[in-house]
């Protein structure tokens, strides 16, 4: 396992200057329907008015094109790769967040492995602007640093609200539920019963539900049952669920897809949700065998994943538990108590059950009359080839109603910059139908607020969470004008005090349990 991510900083040559410009005309028209690609929220370019452009398409009208940027060479005839562009497959995961204060909380300092940053950024409310439909509002902000000539910048995606209980698709939910033996510890498979039951209770009756258990072998103790009438004979098969042995993850999941598709519903979403610790030691144990497995019901179904970790410390497979998840087209997300557990499964899953965008990507572009450098704080695992970003084979994120994601950028402006400084674009499949779509947002540098405490106070949660998740991982380029802890400690204090916002209040104290580990 890595103690230490890679971080990739992005020095912008002079000869992308000509090349953006061409790239730029070309923008016009790129989104496959037409409409999203003229349309823009928060100032967003439209056609050539976005400098630099991301990258434009080029051969194929189907969206599966693997354009990029006109490439420039230099005098002895190199071609230079597009450092001007940044592109990223868009991740809601909070599990690293969750999994940092519960440590923290037992008096242990995380491995820095286990830290990544859009995890910490995305565990908190937004106000970004919704839009009415499916897709995205694209928002870019941004605040300078006390040093000289760094900014942070902000690239918020958000997702129409949730809609009412009543007026989302009717859910196909198999749960998958780990009950070997390390499960018996407590604030595991009894906060998965205790939050399962209360589910339960919550779904409509045209919801279905399906369960299967694995420890040495994988079971299908309910397959896939229409709620209505059926509520106790739910309730009965998560009542049964108990520890037995060892961890074959591997055969749950196998088990979990077949049962999802066994019990396909048309019309439905069909998610497979799998609630585990992730200490696979039985059967296959790696992530991208275990997913090939099951790539069938991954692609020609739709199935996304859900993944729910419990565990603490050593007792918990963060690594395996991402990465299934991230390949899986789906997110995670970490619960240690019975209140997150309870939020998770019967507010979160049930409210959020649609999908409003699939496969969806980011891709930002630094205009290099303005920006020398710049370096996207996280995302490491989510990287996408700038050629890649519509190219809609390659593998983006799926995201549903009322989430935001949110890509903070450590910028180096020029000395005396003045003007366009960035173009985020994002784009997207229609859960349906699967119709490529693009949105963007740009920011200019006067529009760059003068100090970080200038910022909205939702952009100073957000810097805030990364600096802590840079303090936690202890990189070898931390972000520019980096706080100590005990300067962390007031800002998350004040900011608790400001928002009255109770999650901001667990960063707070979250930065006070690490202050106390001399970190």
């Known amino acids: 396992m890595k103690t230490h991510r890679t971080h990739r900083t992005h020095r ?56 990029g940027a006109d490439k420039e060479t230099d005098e002895d005839g190199r071609t230079a790769a597009p450092d001007h562009l940044s592109t990223f497959a868009l ?43 499916n897709g995205f509002s694209v928002t870019v902000d941004g605040a300078r640093t006390g040093v000289d000539d760094w900014s942070l910048v902000r690239v918020g995606l958000a997702t129409r ?94 088990t979990g897809y077949a049962a999802a598709v066994e019990g396909l519903r ?70 240690s108590t019975e209140d997150e557990a309870r939020e998770v499964f019967s507010t979160d899953l049930p409210r959020n059950i649609d999908l409003t965008a699939r496969d969806a990507k980011a891709q930002v572009a630094f205009d290099p009359e303005t920006v020398a450098e710049f370096r996207l704080i996280g995302y490491d695992d989510r990287r996408v080839a700038d050629d890649d970003f519509r190219d809609d084979r390659v593998d983006g994120g799926e995201v549903g109603p009322g989430h935001t994601v949110t890509a903070l950028y450590a910028v180096r402006t020029e000395p005396g910059a003045d003007g366009r400084l960035a173009t985020a674009t994002v784009r997207w499949l229609d859960p349906d139908t699967r119709t490529p779509h693009e949105n963007s947002g740009r920011l200019e540098t006067g529009a760059l607020h003068d100090r970080l405490t200038d910022a909205p106070v939702r952009f100073q949660v957000t810097t805030t969470a990364a600096y802590f998740a840079d303090a936690l991982r202890r990189p070898e380029i931390p972000l520019p004008d980096a706080p100590s802890l005990g300067e962390l400690r007031e800002t998350g204090e004040r900011l608790a005090n400001e928002t009255e916002d109770k999650d901001v209040r667990g960063l707070a104290d979250a930065i006070d349990d690490a202050g106390r580990l001399d970190l």
């Open 91 to 133: 991740d809601v995961d909070t599990a690293s967040y969750g999994y940092a204060r519960r440590t923290l909380t037992e008096g242990q300092r995380p491995d820095p492995s286990t830290i990544r940053p859009e995890e910490f950024v995305n565990s908190f409310r937004q106000d970004y602007e919704r839009p009415d439909g």
């Open 266 to 335: 048309e019309g439905a979403t069909n998610r497979v949700v799998l609630v585990s610790d992730a200490l696979a030691n039985t059967g296959d144990t790696d992530a991208d065998s275990i997913l090939e497995r099951i790539s069938t019901a991954r692609r020609e179904h739709g199935i996304t994943l859900f993944g729910v970790g419990v565990g603490v410390g050593s007792d918990y497979g963060d690594a395996l538990m991402e990465r299934l998840a991230d390949k899986g087209d789906g997110h995670t997300t970490y619960v």
């Open 12 to 67: 912008i040559p002079r000869l992308f200057v000509v090349a953006a410009a061409a790239t730029a005309l070309l923008l016009t028209g790129c989104g496959a329907d037409g409409s999203d690609a003229d349309r823009a929220s928060d100032g967003a370019a439209r056609g050539s008015e976005a400098f630099p452009a991301p990258s434009a398409p080029r051969g194929d009208t189907d969206g599966n094109t693997d354009g």
């Open 161 to 254: 609200t949730a809609e009412q209980q009543g007026e989302r698709p009717p859910a196909a939910l198999t749960f998958v539920i780990d009950v070997s033996g390390s499960m018996a510890e407590p604030g595991r498979l009894d906060l998965a019963r205790s939050a399962l039951g209360t589910m339960t209770d919550r779904l409509r009756d045209d919801d279905s539900v399906a369960l299967v258990t694995f420890s040495g072998e994988a079971e299908t103790v309910l397959p896939m049952t229409r709620l209505g009438d059926h509520r106790d004979r739910v309730h009965q098969a998560i009542s049964g669920l108990e520890p037995t042995d060892s961890t074959n993850l591997g055969a749950g999941v196998e």
